[in-house]
């Protein structure tokens, strides 16, 4: 295992940003895409979700607690996963739906079923709409924290929204029904004061009536 810092490139990364109490948030910029993506760390269940590397590199987390496993919140978003394996050995989970995409990824990757408990206070709730393992993770704690992947994003004025119709596949309305269905499930059923997300800006602070009035909105205009 690598005992070196392992910086991430120069300029393309923000620095870690606390959420609430043990909650950590950072951006990164991502080659494959050519965007800036959002990861976060739960340091009381040592969880990593979507993983970058920050730009305090891997040293930061062993200094906060290492990271014992990894989240992906769908199939695209191994991202820097094995860089953390490598250091941490970290184990790596992803929704079994998605595992056909990853037996080739070069890191082993665990499955998981909607309703696990995958740590202490971290459970992996059905999305599915826009692919078949789309997850959200429920992170208790404090006000709670739901974490979600490609369902919804910021726009460019900030607000939620879903992305493009062309990356919804042939049915981009229906796409939007099911994510619309899923999220108002859980904006009713789970309580959490925080949303991140893998693509904008995390909602701290109202985070549940905000994605309930974003998917009640769009189940009402279905």
Known sequence: MSGGSDPAPAGRSARMDELAPGLWHWTAFRDTIGRTVHSAYHEPSRTLIDPMLPGEGL?????????????????????????????????????????????????????????????????????????????ALHLAGGGGALAVADGVIRDDDGQLAFVPDFLLGADPEGVKRGLAAAYLALAETLEFDVLLLAHGDPQVGGAREALRAFAAQHAGAA
């Not at 070069?106 to 599915?128: K, S, T």
């Open 59 to 135: 040293d930061w987390f062993a200094e906060h607690g290492p990271p014992e496993r990894i989240v992906l919140v769908n199939r695209h978003h191994l991202r820097h996963a094995p860089r953390f394996v490598e250091r941490f050995g970290c184990t790596v989970h992803c929704h079994e739906a998605g595992l056909w995409d990853l037996h080739d990824a070069p890191v082993p990757v665990q499955g998981f079923r909607f309703g696990d408990e995958l740590a202490p206070g971290v459970v992996a709730h059905r999305v599915a709409a826009i692919c078949p393992e789309e997850a």
